[in-house]
């Protein structure tokens, strides 16, 4: 390291002490909060945002900024997500006592973490920094933001929304930060400086914050595949996988990225699909998908940049073929799973993969395979109205969550219509790299002191402890 860049490195390491500085100090007036007052903050910097002016502002730039998604759907996240996120954030006890076991002597005290490093991606800079300040402001924590570089300017608007409104009802602002000019070593020293990092977004950043040598929360890689049996509604899920994919054009780690049909109902499927915005690829058009959206395979299964979050229409223009304008997904239909069948992995795009099963265990195996190569631990889902094969499915998935005829854009980080908890983080288990088989909460961003008190002891008798033997 020259002289130069060493002094810049020194300076990176200032500037992030000097944030986290700032965030303890705000943090050790928000630790005597009481809950009505966690819980006051919470519901001021969510309304701060979800105004109708502020979702379509944030929104647009969000959009604008990016380059990529789809506008409505921006509005539509901001506002139901944040909601939700603040609905839930609401019915949890966060401060003091929050449980008692007397029969086993216990008092459970929740406790503030410190400054967590919230590391937010280029796909949802506008709602991750707030469900996490949600999550943080509940705990008593104080949180600095790590946005991307390619979205900052969002991320930075809505985290000072936030700060104003912490401002207004008598709250320090420092509670919640952000940094300017975002680099990777900026980031990385912030997540080496705090006391818990909660990491959303790609593989890389998500091993970063692993090896930061801090507590850490990530998230594992996405491909959700679906399982559509002969009990299904074929219109009902057709319409539904659409949705799924063309909301904010597949931004979510969630989406389903392949189908695996019935061949008994395959053909209605498709019809459904095509009668409902969908385009079905010819062979030649694949191929030339495929060289475009990896443009480096088989070296490397990286995916173009310029295709992924974009409209179909325009993905087929730039691997050079056309389709009407109006169409939503992109069909493409496979036999093949692993490296050598790179449409079995994630797509980031509008491009849903088919494939034809004649029994339920060919069905089970191919989304097996897809998921070992791309996506383990993350999610999938089932299409059908036979319970028997839902939990056969459920039983035997390596996934942390098994959506039912639902969207799993919707399902998997929380819906109106969905028991999952809303957040911007999906822990997917140890399959997946994580430590968190579940959804990222507010109760992830506590400590929790255990009160042990003398109870009167019960041994178990020989013949209890080893019967059966």
Request: proline fraction near 4%.
């Amino acid at each position: 390291m020259n002289s130069k860049e060493c002094d810049m490195e020194n300076k990176q390491v200032e500037y992030v002490a000097g944030l986290v500085k700032r965030a303890r100090v705000a943090q050790a007036q928000a630790e005597n909060y009481t809950q009505e007052k966690a819980d006051l903050l919470c519901r001021a910097v969510a309304r701060a945002v979800t105004t109708p002016e502020e979702i379509k502002k944030i929104g647009t730039m969000v959009y604008d900024e990016a380059g990529y998604g789809d506008l409505e759907s921006k509005f539509f996240k901001l506002e139901t997500r944040v909601k939700g996120t603040l609905w839930d954030v609401l019915k949890v006890k966060s401060v003091g006592v929050v449980e008692e076991l007397p029969e086993r002597g216990l008092t459970k005290i929740a406790k503030p973490v410190g400054v967590v490093a919230g590391l937010v991606p280029s796909t949802q800079p506008e709602v991750t920094p707030v469900i996490k300040a949600l999550f943080a402001l509940k705990a008593r924590d104080a949180v600095i933001f790590a946005p991307h570089p390619k979205t900052r300017k969002c991320t930075g608007y809505v985290v000072e929304k936030m700060r104003q409104a912490l401002k207004q009802y008598g709250a320090p602002e420092d509670l919640i930060l952000c940094t300017e000019n975002p680099t990777v070593e900026m980031t990385a020293e912030l997540m080496r400086q705090a006391d818990l990092v909660v990491a959303t977004g790609g593989a890389p950043m998500v091993r970063a914050a692993y090896s930061s040598g801090t507590p850490a929360y990530g998230a594992g890689a996405g491909n959700s595949n679906v399982v559509v049996d002969e009990t299904a509604d074929v219109e009902n899920t057709a319409k539904l996988l659409i949705n799924s994919k063309f909301f904010d054009q597949s931004s979510g780690c969630s989406c389903e990225n392949a189908a695996v049909i019935q061949k008994s109902i395959y053909d209605k499927m498709l019809a459904a699909f095509q009668a409902n915005g969908a385009y079905l690829l010819n062979a030649e058009e694949k191929a030339k998908l495929q060289k475009t959206l990896w443009p480096n395979w088989p070296q490397d299964h990286l995916l173009g940049r310029d295709i992924i979050l974009q409209k179909a229409a325009l993905i087929a223009q730039r691997a050079g073929f056309s389709v009407p304008p109006e169409t939503k997904l992109l069909l493409v239909e496979e036999t093949g799973s692993g490296p050598d069948h790179p449409f079995s992995g994630e797509k980031l795009s509008v491009v849903l993969t088919l494939y034809k099963y004649d029994d339920f265990d060919q069905a089970m195996a191919i989304v097996r395979a897809n998921q070992e190569y791309q996506g383990l631990g993350h999610s999938c889902g089932i299409h059908s109205f036979d319970d028997e094969k839902i939990m056969r499915y459920a039983m035997t998935m390596k996934s942390t969550r098994v959506a039912v005829r639902q969207a799993m854009t919707a399902s998997n980080s929380g819906s109106w219509t969905s028991g999952n908890n809303w957040t911007s983080t999906l822990g997917c288990g140890t399959w997946g790299g994580n430590i968190v088989a579940e959804n990222i909460t507010v109760r992830h961003f506590l400590n929790y002191t255990w009160v042990a008190r003398p109870i009167e002891p019960y041994i178990p008798t020989e013949e209890e402890l080893f019967a059966g033997l």
